[in-house]
């Protein structure tokens, strides 16, 4: 009996520190008995327990369950595995897994003996993790970038959506491939096999490279690679890919217009320098074409000069134009208008091989320009278009309203709004796609290994479209021809619009005339120029000596010829201040280089005029008559 006793306490030891859910049950599934753990488990007394039915404490969705595997048991069967909802005290749901006996007694199966394991904070952890899986996967779907995980063989094991959408394959197409076989061009499946090499030593990887779509064009990506290691064990790559084109395409024309700005300076600077220099040649070339007389030998040297300073001018013209430094006088400018006049000089310039077709669109928009600089915009296009042609072809000009919104007026670096579009079109022999680049560049030209071209003719055009406030795009493709698109702003409503000037009978040369000019030779070469045509002249090198001047004289000044640009106080802050005295004060702007900030061709007050540098006596003196007699 000692021995039962011991084994019996043994055995009540073991029920009660037992982590398992212990129950016995009878025929009428009356509780017999429970251990510790299932009380504790259940939140129940002992005393609320036994005697009352098992039914009692099931969950709801477990009773019909529980009933057909009680028969099962009481009809001598063993249930392993079997899964049970209990109801807790407090009402939540407690699902727990185990195996179910039958007790047999004298061959009769007397009641059930069930050992249960608590299965709610593993139901609760695949819970979690399901939430994590299912949040991580909204996470890969949306987001913004190209995804997959590689195998460390390389494979792919999933893409997103942006994958799909970047590289055109389906997640059924990638899935299983080898990355090379997917995106990778071949010229660079060195590049790829190292990267996977890399990862696959746990090395993260950024780069900006280029990968192919499914339909084979090229896309230029940033990529990094990075490995998922999981227990200290690598088991996947992931590769996020970033469309960089736009980004490429944005930082490649900023470069680009820093390097013109940077060229444009330069230019203009030296452009202004030589402008008062061939000034002062052709000035003082016409004054000595006055005084050789009958010598027609020193004659001809002397118009040769003249000839010689009249193509530099010309050249330091471009060289501002691109600079974007030059006096414009813009208007409210019908575009079409000058398309049709110059449509009839170019018939003659380009040849009887070049058909021209002009596609106006009506009622088009006026934009604020220049009309001589808008007709050299179109004649140096058109010339560019003859020497794509040698042999003949079609030149189309085209003109239309157009409204730039979003990425497109990002394109062309234009702010959203209305521009009217002029698009100049040939059938020629099309530009190398790496000398596109460099086509607005000055003194570069894809005519300089035939000896032809002076690189002027696109950077001049370059220029006046900036000035103007527009841009100007090309797309060429060799073989079948090039495409020049200007955008230009549509003019505001109160804009001037361009006309004729009336004349007025001209007049005798006797007035008074204040000239301001920094540079000496330009100044002397003036005043006497002026003088000989009968003018009372005043001349001072600069604002400051001007200012005293006028405040010493003892006529009244009718016009002041000034420079725009000088040193100190410069020629539109000088003519403000002699009106301040002077309010009907006449003058007459000269200048071969606008400074922005200092001079506004668009704004010109009344009685105000321009006269571009540089220029000959003859010029000069007859724009000095015209504003006097205006």
């Not at 019909?64 to 939540?92: P, T």
């Not at 008062?276 to 010598?295: C, E, R, S």
């Not at 006046?464 to 100007?472: H, K, L, Y």
Request: include cysteine.
């Amino acid at each position: 009996l000692r021995r039962v006793a011991d084994r019996e306490d043994r055995y009540r030891s073991l029920v009660e520190v037992c982590n398992d859910l212990m129950q016995s049950v009878d025929a009428q599934g009356t509780v017999l008995f429970v251990n510790p753990t299932w009380l504790r488990t259940l939140g129940r007394r002992a005393d609320d327990v036994i005697g009352r039915s098992i039914f009692e404490f099931l969950h709801e969705d477990c009773i019909s369950h529980c009933q057909m595997a009680m028969m099962q048991v009481f009809q001598g069967n063993e249930l392993h595995g079997i899964d049970v909802s209990f109801r807790h005290a407090d009402g939540r749901k407690i699902t727990v897994t185990g195996d179910v006996m039958p007790r047999f007694v004298d061959g009769v199966v007397a009641n059930t003996q069930g050992f249960f394991r608590d299965l709610s904070a593993k139901l609760a952890a695949e819970a979690e993790l399901q939430a994590k899986t299912a949040f991580l996967d909204q996470v890969v779907e949306a987001a913004p970038e190209a995804i997959l995980f590689l195998g460390i063989d390389g494979r792919v094991l999933r893409i997103n959506a942006e994958f799909t959408k970047l590289f055109g394959y389906a997640s059924a197409e990638a899935v299983g491939r080898h990355i090379d076989q997917l995106v990778v061009p071949e010229g660079m499946r060195a590049e790829g096999s190292d990267l996977c090499r890399r990862a696959g030593l746990q090395e993260t990887i950024s780069i900006d490279t280029i990968r192919h779509r499914k339909d084979g064009t090229m896309v230029e990506v940033s990529l990094l690679a990075t490995p998922i290691v999981v227990g200290g064990e690598q088991v996947a790559i992931l590769g996020i890919y970033r469309d960089v084109s736009d980004r490429k395409r944005m930082q490649a024309q900023l470069a680009r217009s820093q390097r013109m700005e940077a060229i444009g300076r330069l230019a203009g600077g030296i452009a202004h320098d030589f402008n008062n220099l061939l000034t002062v040649i052709h000035a003082a070339g016409d004054q000595l074409l006055l005084q050789v007389g009958g010598d027609e030998l020193a004659k001809a040297d002397v118009e040769e000069i003249l000839a010689a300073s009249g193509k530099a001018a010309g050249l330091t013209k471009q060289l501002i134009a691109f600079s974007r430094k030059q006096v414009l006088q813009p208007v409210a400018l019908d575009v079409n208008h000058v398309v049709r006049e110059v449509s009839r000089m170019l018939r003659r310039v380009i040849g009887e091989s070049v058909q021209i077709d002009l596609e106006l669109a009506p009622d088009l928009s006026r934009v604020l320009a220049d009309p001589a600089q808008m007709e050299q915009v179109l004649m140096n296009l058109a010339i560019n278009a003859r020497d794509a042609m040698p042999g003949g072809g079609r030149l189309a000009v085209r003109t239309r309203d157009v409204a730039l919104a979003g990425s497109a007026a990002a394109v062309v670096s234009l702010p959203p709004g209305p521009y009217v579009e002029l698009v100049v079109a040939d059938t020629g022999c099309g530009i190398e796609p790496s000398q596109i680049e460099r086509i607005f560049e000055p003194f570069w030209s894809t005519k300089a290994a035939e000896g032809r071209g002076a690189g002027l003719g696109l950077a001049t055009v370059y220029g006046i479209v900036q000035q103007s406030r527009g841009a100007i795009s090309v797309h060429s493709q060799l073989g079948v021809g090039t495409r020049f698109t200007i955008y230009l702003p549509k003019a505001a409503a109160s804009a001037q619009v361009a006309s004729s000037p009336a004349q007025a009978p001209r007049s005798r040369a006797t007035e008074c005339i204040l000239v301001v000019e920094d540079d000496d030779s330009i100044r002397w070469l003036v005043e006497r120029a002026l003088r000989n045509a009968g003018y009372r002249v005043h001349v001072a090198p600069n604002a400051a000596s001007a200012l005293a001047l006028h405040g010493q004289m003892k006529e009244e000044v009718e016009l002041l010829f000034t420079d725009v640009v000088m040193p100190g106080t410069n020629g539109p802050d000088l003519a403000k201040r002699l009106r301040e005295t002077q309010p009907d004060l006449k003058v007459l702007f000269t200048s071969g280089y606008a400074n922005d900030r200092a001079f506004d061709s668009a704004a010109l007050p009344p009685r105000t005029f321009f006269l571009p540098k540089p220029y000959s006596v003859a010029a000069l003196t007859d724009r000095i008559r015209s504003v006097l007699d205006s």
